[in-house]
């Protein structure tokens, strides 16, 4: 069973930053691929960013490209989301899910950390 926690969500003003921190743990984790996600209010729930876990290779909506940075801690099993710029569109849930492999889906979620944006 794969263990994923998110922290670091919260109230910010528009153009403030927040880093969100995801820590994987479980004796089964083996990931190769994660990702950030979030869900806005009464919307669905969307991609943000990914990482592979070897080669750092990144992916990002382009609503968030030169604002978000997705960065990882191999020795830690943690993933990062520096959040800057941040604007009130960007409220929502965010979530961090984990790809065991090239073929396979998003298999395992956290609970989600709440970030508020405020104008």
């Known amino acids: 069973q794969v263990r994923l926690v998110e922290s670091g969500g919260g109230l910010v003003q528009a153009g403030g930053s927040l880093r969100l921190s995801c820590a994987a743990s479980?004796?089964?984790?083996?990931?190769?691929?994660m990702a950030w996600f979030r869900q806005a209010p009464g919307k669905e729930r969307l991609f943000v960013a990914s990482?592979?876990?070897?080669?750092?290779?990144?992916s990002y909506v382009a609503s968030v490209k030169g604002r978000f940075t997705i960065s990882k801690e191999n020795a830690k099993n943690t993933v990062y989301l520096q959040m800057n710029s941040l604007r009130p569109e960007d409220t929502a849930v965010y979530y961090c899910?984990?790809?065991?492999?090239?073929?396979?889906?998003?298999?395992?979620w956290g609970q989600g950390t709440p970030v508020t944006v405020s104008s």
């Open positions: 899910a984990t790809c065991p492999s090239p073929a396979a889906g998003y298999t395992d």
């Open positions: 479980g004796r089964s984790f083996s990931s190769y691929k």
């Open positions: 990482i592979t876990w070897s080669g750092d290779t990144t």
